[in-house]
């Protein structure tokens, strides 16, 4: 059997190291430099995949930031330069 003390101290451990993971992840929240937007187009009908469908990312001022034609799963991976709001 493990001793209750032995017990205590690792879960302070673990929790210190969660507590320090979470505060580097807050600090650096505004410093990451882009988002990113993933998913699949699906006909609406059928819900087959839709192949050579274009997906694109636009900004608040509906200027285009990135376009991608869709293979044949559908699925898209836009990256947005800077991060949104």
């Known amino acids: 059997m493990i001793p209750t003390r ?3 101290r690792g879960a302070v451990r673990q929790g210190r190291g969660f507590a320090w993971a979470v505060a580097c992840l807050l600090l650096l929240a ?3 430099p882009a988002q ?3 998913g699949r187009l699906l006909d609406s009908k ?3 995949a ?3 469908a274009l997906a694109e990312l636009r900004d608040s001022a509906g200027r285009s930031l990135q376009v991608q034609i869709t293979p044949s ?3 898209f991976l ?3 330069p800077a991060a949104g709001r």
Request: proline share 0%; aromatic share 0%.
């Open 50 to 52: 839709l192949a050579g």
């Open 30 to 32: 505004d410093r990451i």
């Open 78 to 80: 836009l990256m947005a």
């Open 6 to 8: 032995t017990l205590a």
């Open 36 to 38: 990113s937007v993933r």
């Open 73 to 75: 799963s559908g699925a």
């Open 46 to 48: 059928t819900h087959l």
